[in-house]
């Protein structure tokens, strides 16, 4: 049979829990063939597969006879897989034959024949698989073993790291704490273990429990300014605040230590600074709140990540946000020119986050400065968002009919755009035209949508009504636009354009001077 047909065949077996034994015997069967091959050839005994060597299996598998027939062929004891677990350390693997409970007698027995045959856990050499033991957490009575024989519990690694750095959770924590480990040790850069069990709190869900284990233990994280994703002014207007206690301290965006600790994305930097009693509704130079920060920097797209390094997921269980709500924090705080942290969440269409906000009980029916509700710019998210928002009498939303609102997101997005457009040109009222203003700035379009005089004639007399700075910011949206078509390796140049206050004209002018040296000729009279 052809390795096609017995994929075939194991793809149709998987059904219910008959898959998952089918794939354990499949792996196993490949694991001895591994085994085999490594007693009948001396030269591949210490040939790495996936898994790692053919001791590692052996170990991994609790085979004490293989284990023993392998060191006698040469097996090295010491030969890390690429995980960087010796054969000792995958003793702490605690799934496969090992979850099922099969390995207690064989696993004290393999130590023991690992001791006889030279390994010294003294050695901080061979001593370092009791990393292994705490990365993994699986195998908490020969951990003990592990160290009854000779292991120091604060054995360090090449770059100064503890077991402890490595604990699985706060169990592991608990046990190598009672078995003499340095809770506060620091690793060769000056790290402390509190300090990097924290970071891996914000990606592993057991983690976090490693870092509360540990935080009873030490009594405070002296390093839990420098939590989360900050920029450097950020961070240090942030520590001068604490180191000051000037708990609302606001820097030149008006953003207090605990926009910051929200922004950062990390849970106990946010309770750190929500001891000292901040005002929790404080407001910024753009009328956001801290809470609005949840929205910030958040990408929940994984194809989306590697293009924003600094971006950071949600915060697992909204306990930030429920933070917040605990200390005070107005859900529904309306800003002059942003809408709620629900039109925020809606906007950048993040579906985690919306869900987070509406169970906390955040008002999706609030329209921001241009009658508009979170809904309209929802995307993906409208029909999910429709339930939580007030339809128009007509039974639509967003000004539409209910039938224009069951098209797809593109043709409801062009449909509001188009009669914004006719509004605007029949009545130039300001809120008329604002609505119109703020869906060409979200959908980050051009201001003449139809590329006809007339649109760019109605779009200026838009502009004239909604203030005199926003010419020169969509004329730098425009400009933004072109650079993503024409020269990716400068949107850079836009976005500062569409971050800029008031007058645009000579940090539009400059870009325009950057691109003509690369032959690149913009102007927003094109569009």
Not at 222 to 239: F, I, N, Q, T, Y
Request: aromatic share 6%; proline share 4%.
């Amino acid at each position: 049979m052809n390795k096609a047909m017995y994929a075939i065949i194991l793809l149709t077996a998987c059904l219910g829990t008959a898959c998952a034994s089918i794939y354990w015997k499949s792996m196993w069967h490949d694991e001895r063939e591994q085994i085999e091959q490594a007693l009948s050839d001396t030269a591949s005994v210490n040939t790495l597969s996936y898994i790692g060597t053919a001791l590692h299996v052996a170990v991994r598998r609790c085979d004490l006879e293989s284990a023993a027939a392998l060191l006698k062929r040469g097996a090295d004891m010491r030969i890390l897989n690429k995980d960087g677990d010796p054969p000792l350390g995958v003793m702490a693997m605690n799934f496969g034959i090992r979850a099922q409970g099969q390995c207690a007698g064989n696993d004290a027995a393999i130590l023991q024949l690992f001791l006889a045959n030279g390994y010294k856990l003294s050695d901080p050499k061979d001593g370092v698989a009791l990393k292994s033991f705490a990365k993994y957490g699986g195998n908490p009575t020969m951990l003990a073993q592990l160290i009854k024989a000779g292991a120091d519990p604060n054995v360090q690694d090449a770059d100064g790291r503890t077991p402890l750095f490595f604990a699985f959770d706060g169990e592991v924590v608990r046990q190598l704490i009672a078995l003499g480990a340095n809770a506060a040790v620091k690793d060769a850069k000056g790290i402390s273990v509190i300090a990097a069990v924290r970071e891996r709190a914000t990606a592993e869900k057991p983690a976090q429990s490693a870092y509360d284990e540990l935080l009873k233990t030490v009594g405070k994280d002296d390093s839990v300014a420098d939590a989360g994703v900050l920029d450097a002014p950020a961070r240090e207007h942030l520590k001068a605040a604490l180191a000051a206690n000037d708990i609302n301290r606001k820097d030149a965006a008006g953003n207090t230590p605990l926009h910051y600790a929200v922004l950062s994305g990390s849970y106990e930097l946010v309770q750190e600074v929500l001891k000292g009693k901040p005002d929790v509704n404080a407001t910024n130079a753009d009328d956001l709140t801290p809470l609005f920060m949840l929205t910030i920097n958040r990408m929940e797209d994984e194809k989306f990540r590697p293009w924003c390094k600094n971006c950071i997921l949600p915060d697992p269980g909204s306990r930030i946000l429920i933070a917040l709500k605990a200390a005070g924090a107005n859900l529904n705080h309306l800003s002059k020119t942003k809408g709620t942290v629900a039109h925020a969440a809606a906007r950048t269409q993040q579906r985690t986050m919306v869900q987070q906000l509406h169970a906390q009980g955040v008002d999706f029916k609030i329209s921001d400065h241009n009658g508009l509700q979170p809904l309209c710019k929802a995307g993906d998210l409208r029909r999910e968002l429709a339930g939580w928002s007030q339809a128009d009498p007509s039974g639509g939303y967003c000004g539409l009919t209910p039938q224009e609102w069951a098209g797809d997101t593109r043709s409801i997005e062009q449909k509001v755009l188009a009669r914004g457009l006719a509004e605007a040109e029949k009545s130039k009222s300001e809120v008329t035209a604002g609505k119109y203003l703020y869906m060409v700035q979200w959908q980050r379009v051009t201001l003449s949508l139809s590329s006809t005089p007339k649109a760019r004639e109605i779009g200026y007399q838009i502009i004239d009504v909604t203030g005199p700075s926003t010419r020169a910011e969509l004329e730098a949206s425009v400009v933004d636009r072109e650079l993503m078509r024409v020269a990716p390796g400068r949107m850079e140049m836009g976005r500062s354009l569409n971050r800029c206050k008031g007058n645009c004209d000579a940090e539009l002018e400059t870009v325009r001077e950057q691109l003509k040296v690369s032959g690149i000729s913009v102007s927003t009279q094109q569009y």
